[in-house]
């Protein structure tokens, strides 16, 4: 039986000083769908340190409970404009990579200092995506290999689009020709404009988030926006389902392990993240949520299924044309109410 402590009751202990103060514990707040299961049992067993795993959906709902409760939680796993922000806005730790050896001596070389934390103090990377298109060969006629195909009206109520803001919007700017974290506020209202039009041509089925990957196991819809890893995941149980980066170019994520300021338990937050660097863990974390590692001893360990899965291993011209998101909070105000006119567009 799964060992989930909900965020609520974590808070409500919190409120007593029972669950970021007790002894023998770490408290991980982490996407849904996003460890194995094993591997927390197995760092509990190894290290007699209780796990309280928590999920969120978003970077956004992430970020709104590390900033009201800091210290309810020991373990982060933000995404790489959320570390960005995070650091800018001084809540994260500095790293002591004595304790997380194998954190340097393990990471790909290219993640080793991100553009969102240049000097490589504050996180750790732990998984990395394409953000991309998972079709049904058999309800498309082709590959969908332009962001194009989401306002193709030969696919009406037959698209599922990710509910997030900033892949959305990106998908929007991309489509109108722009980059992906454009502030520029005609280009966002020219991706404002496509996304509403999208609606009306009444193409989306709905905006999803994780429930995606299962629906598309189900072959629900001919076409979703989707993570890498989620699509991964849903062609291991499904072989007629295939994934393609548009050409225009996409987002590529990196989620991360952080240690929010003030986090009462450090120490065990560094023994998590020094356990989760380990090759033979992070092997098995990557090929149970289907999601490309950042350990590159893990890599290798996972040899020909690896690099010669194009989902997992995608092409370097493929990286070459992908984006990071980058931090936008001095326009976040605009770009939530472009969200809120796409989202109530009839």
């Known amino acids: ?63 709104v ?12 796993f933000p995404a790489d404009y959320a570390v960005e922000r995070l650091i800018a806005e001084d809540r994260l730790e500095p790293l002591n990579f004595d304790n997380i050896p194998s954190a340097k001596a393990n990471t790909v070389d290219w993640l080793q200092n991100p553009s969102y934390d240049k ?6 990377p732990y998984m990395w995506a394409t953000l991309g298109l ?33 892949p959305v919007m990106g998908i929007g700017l991309k489509a109108a020709g722009y980059s992906m974290n454009s502030t520029n506020p005609l280009e966002l209202e020219a991706a404002k404009a496509k996304l509403i039009e999208q609606k009306q041509l009444g193409v989306v089925r709905a905006y999803q988030l994780d429930e995606t990957k299962d629906k598309m196991i189900a072959n ?12 991964q995941y849903a062609i291991s149980h499904n072989d007629r389902l295939a994934y393609a980066v548009p050409s225009e170019g996409s987002a590529i994520g990196v989620d991360s392990m952080v240690i929010p300021k003030g986090a009462r338990n450090k120490e065990n937050a560094e ?11 992070a092997q098995i974390n990557s090929e149970a949520i289907g999601y ?6 893990a890599i290798a360990l996972m040899g020909s299924a690896y690099s010669d899965n194009p989902v997992m291993n995608p092409s370097k011209e493929t990286i070459q044309n992908l984006e990071f998101f980058v931090d936008i909070q001095n326009f976040i105000d605009l770009y939530n109410a472009i969200w809120l006119e796409v989202k109530n567009a009839k």
């Open 1 to 63: 039986m799964k060992k989930w402590v909900s965020l609520f009751l974590c808070l409500l202990l919190f409120g007593g000083m029972v669950c970021a103060q007790a002894q023998g514990i770490v408290n991980v707040y982490n996407w849904e769908d996003y460890i194995d299961q094993f591997v927390l049992e197995r760092f509990e067993e190894e290290t007699g340190i209780k796990v309280n795993y928590l999920n969120f959906t978003s970077n956004e709902d992430m970020l």
């Open 65 to 76: 409970q590390v900033r009201a409760n800091p210290e309810a939680f020991d373990v982060v």
């Open 119 to 124: 000097e490589g103090k504050y996180s750790v």
């Open 134 to 166: 998972l079709y049904n060969k058999d309800k498309v006629t082709a590959e969908p290999n332009s962001w194009s195909v989401l306002w193709d009206i030969q696919y009406k109520d037959n698209i599922f689009m990710y509910d997030s803001i900033r």
């Open 220 to 231: 629900e819809v001919a076409i979703a926006v989707i993570w890498s890893g989620d699509a």
């Open 271 to 281: 023994k998590f993240i020094e356990f989760m660097c380990r090759p033979d863990i």
């Open 292 to 297: 490309p590692s950042a350990n590159a001893k």
